[in-house]
């Protein structure tokens, strides 16, 4: 199974991809984990540091591919997650879509599409171009992170429009939402209702998954000292259960930017009034 996970910058994503990616070798799955993000920053939790990238590899090998082994840009996560940075040319230069596409044709070579279960790629922000789209031509599942703001749904419904345009051509659906950061979901909800969307699990803030970023750790490996975290961990569970069921998943039909930028912005604009709280009293006597 090949699953990708977008959404918009700065969303949480490579700390949801590192997470759902554990959870998944929790369930007894082999998983390996590719960071399509010139960053080369989306495997930092499971290893702790920043891995050298297939682009640097081929660079120094003179991009002889036949003169590249596994191990030498394949390494070992958390929980056994393998992990692989694609990298990408220097800020300002050069093409970081084809970078993702240079992993791939990598990737191939070492026949490691067939050494695994569950291969994830964990891709930068929005879909900006082609390049960075490729990895759903690989993909049986997009999943989109996401928060209950304006421009991440903003950003979530290009990637909507992507994964549509995909499904045309290849045998690929959206598997759904995944709220993040999220103390509220009304603008999600409003969202969904105008374009029919699985939402797979929304995610509280909680400030232990952003430190678990800063010490480059999984929830799950901070769990082993904290039991307390463990109640988090189970979010990711969640999710992974829910790919491993093979769901039936989307096409999309994601809304037009201006209709979209309408509809958000109206309901951001003028929330419905919330209920009227009862007295406690009078909940009491509802619950006899």
Known sequence: ?????????????????????VALAKRGKKVLQIGCDPKHDSTFTLTGFLIPTIIDTLQEKDFHYEDIWPEDVIYKGYAGVDCVEAGGPPA?????GYVVGETVKLLKELNAFDEYDVILFDVLGDVVCGGFAAPLNYSDYCMIVTDNGFDALFAANRIAASVREKARTHPLRLAGLIGNRTSKRDLIDKYIEHVPIPVLEILPLIEDIRVSRVKGKTIFEMAETDPMLESVSQYYL????????????????????RELFSLLSDFYLNPPEEAPQQPKDELDLMMV
Do not use: F, H, W
Not at 11 to 16: A, D, E, L, N, R
Not at 238 to 257: F, K, M, S, T, Y
């Open 1 to 21: 199974m090949k699953l990708s996970v977008y959404g918009k910058g700065g969303i949480g994503k490579s700390t949801t991809s590192c997470n759902i990616s």
């Open 238 to 257: 969640n999710i992974a259960d829910q790919i491993l069921a093979q769901p039936e998943g989307v096409i999309p039909r994601d809304a037009a930017d």
């Open 92 to 96: 300002g230069a050069g093409c970081g």
